[in-house]
């Protein structure tokens, strides 16, 4: 091998060597402090019974699952869920408390507990 190749196979494995190099964690301060005033602003919504405001903070291509019932697709079937839910919930005397939340990328969820109000 000449000169010429060596140099390029030296130089090619300085470039490897410098892409593994390790960079600092990005600062997630913010998002999860978003993501904690959306959880907030979800629980007092929901255990006020206003369904419109708890739908209002999913996306338009969101999915929720929620316990016993089919998933609901989209903006419109979530906000139905939540239009009959809230409101039944909250005469029912049903609160909803967040226990863990977590996320990465542009998607997070949130696990939660369904507990009777008069017994809390």
Known sequence: MNNLGKLAVVMASFAALAACA?????????????????????????????????????????VLSAPHVPAA?????????????AATFTAAGIVQRVFRSFGSGGSVRSSGRYLLSNWI
């Not at 993501?35 to 419109?52: E, H, L, Q």
């Not at 697709?73 to 839910?85: M, P, Q, T, V, W």
């Open 73 to 85: 697709r989209g903006a419109a079937s979530i906000r139905e869920y939540f239009l009959k839910d």
């Open 22 to 62: 390790r960079t600092s964690p990005p600062d997630t301060a913010a998002d999860q402090a978003a993501i904690r005033a959306v959880g907030t602003s979800w629980y007092k919504a929901y255990n006020g019974g206003d369904g419109a405001a708890v739908a209002a903070l999913y996306a338009e291509d969101a």
